[in-house]
């Protein structure tokens, strides 16, 4: 095999091999050529299209189509010169890429004055209307007057709206309570239209002369002043006479009662139905009362003692021995009359009140009961007398 260096003289050789060799370089640079025409296709298209972006732009209501080679939102607004401050609306934001983002809105702030019910302030608003921007800041829109058309445009310059807002205030009368909204001046305006009607002793909280405020609370008291007459009954008087011609527990009416009468006129007055005041004015007897007289009898009546089995023992002897005969004795131990009975004794045989407030009859009576029942034992030191 021949190979390159070995015949020097072989010119035929060496031009073979640079051949070779030139046409696998060219080979490569057409590659490398091809990949770059790529590349700059591919920038190219891209370029262009940055260049064809379009864009929705609205500023203050006023939408145009832009095309752009901006980036961002705020390339934007600055090549279309659109100046914005803090208080301006973007939407979206500044630093917002176009990508994607088919419109960008921009509303500037305006400065407006409101007079609210004569009470003058300043706000700043990106609304484009006198009605959204008051509604931005919670004004009252409700029956409310305006010194502008409420769908008026707001210029950039700003501008000023004066407000008649309407109060909203809570009568309570009657056991109800309302909420009105009203533009009346006064309270009795007001009350008027609210068809609240006032007696001449009626009560309200605030003068009628007032001007009406929003929050404020009017009450009314219903005053009712009457006179009232009530009736009242006089009670007889009872007189007891004692008649010792009389049997005891004989009563006789000598005279029959009768009950007085009379009225009392009264001045009443009443708030919402409850009485807070009263005065009497008068107080007449229409008829005297008269007096009842009954007399009662205090004679003692006999005592007819039925028969015991027992009369014909020594009672004498008995009562002389307890009581010394005395109907009347009383022992400090609690003992009383003829035969010395305790009161619980003395009940038991059917004696009523005190044994020395009997006749001597009933008291030998029920002694006799006593010994028929329990012997002569219930006298220890005298009862052996009995059989005397």
Known sequence: ??????????????????????????????????????????????GFANSDSRVELSVDGQVVSVETHADTVAELLSEQGVAVTDRDLVEPDPVTSLDAVPTVTVRHARQLQ???????????????????????????????????????????????????????????????????????????????????????????????????????????????????????????AVVRRADPSSYEGVEKVLQRGRDGRGVIITRVVRHDGVTVRQRQLDRRVTRQP???????????RPFSAPATGAEGLNWGALAACESGGNPRAVNPAGYYGLYQFSLSTWATVGGTGNPIDATPDEQTYRAQVLYERSGAGQWPVCGPLLFS
């Open 290 to 300: 008269v007096r009842e007289i009954v007399v009662y009898g205090t004679k003692v």
């Open 114 to 236: 409101v007079v609210i019910d004569g009470q003058p302030t300043q706000i700043w608003t990106t609304e484009l209307t006198v009605n959204a921007a008051l509604d931005q800041f919670g004004v009252r829109m409700a029956d409310a007057e305006f010194s502008a058309s409420r769908s008026e445009r707001l210029p950039l310059t700003g501008g000023r709206v004066g407000v008649q807002l309407p109060d909203q205030v809570t009568v309570v009368h009657d056991q109800r309570r309302t909420t009105v909204v009203t533009t009346a001046q006064s309270v009795a305006t007001l009350l008027r239209e609210a068809g609240v009607r006032l007696g001449r002793d009626d009560l309200v909280n605030v003068g009628l002369g007032r001007e009406v405020e929003t929050g404020m609370q009017i009450v009314v008291t219903r005053v009712d002043a009457s006179t009232v007459r009530r009736a009242f009954t006089i009670d007889h």
């Open 1 to 46: 095999m021949t190979r390159l260096g070995d015949e020097p003289g072989d010119d035929g050789s060496l031009l073979r091999v640079l051949t070779a060799s030139v046409v696998r370089v060219s080979r490569r640079l057409k590659v490398v050529l091809e990949g770059a025409l790529v590349v700059a296709l591919l920038l190219g298209v891209s």
